[in-house]
């Protein structure tokens, strides 16, 4: 199987991008950058009905974010940063795909 399939209620929902943290913790978890992740949910026009919302590129979505800070205010996916993180000691260290 070359695909993954989640409901979008299965997603942890912690930031303004948890498709794409959601491919970083595949990753972390040790899945393949080749498979391909299939967000499933509920039709706005039949709630019974469930359709596609949206297939990414685990390696993709990874990579990616989104960011608002674009000089005509829309959304545009961007190259994912790692935040830094104090760690207990005092020292910074980078986040790898964590959802925090």
Do not use: W
Not at 33 to 56: A, F, N
Not at 64 to 70: D, N
Request: hydrophobic letters at 30%.
């Amino acid at each position: 199987m070359n695909k993954i399939k989640i409901h979008i209620d299965n997603i942890p929902k912690f930031t303004k991008t948890p498709i794409l943290d959601y491919c970083r913790q595949l990753i972390e978890e040790g899945v393949s950058p080749q498979m391909s992740l299939e967000v499933m949910g509920p039709s706005m026009k039949d709630k019974t009905q469930t359709i596609l919302y949206m297939r990414v590129n685990v390696g993709n979505g990874a990579k990616l974010t989104v960011t608002e800070e674009t000089k005509d205010g829309r959304p545009r996916f961007t190259k994912y940063k790692p935040f830094p993180v104090l760690r207990s000691d005092s020292t910074l260290m980078f986040r790898r795909g964590e959802l925090g």
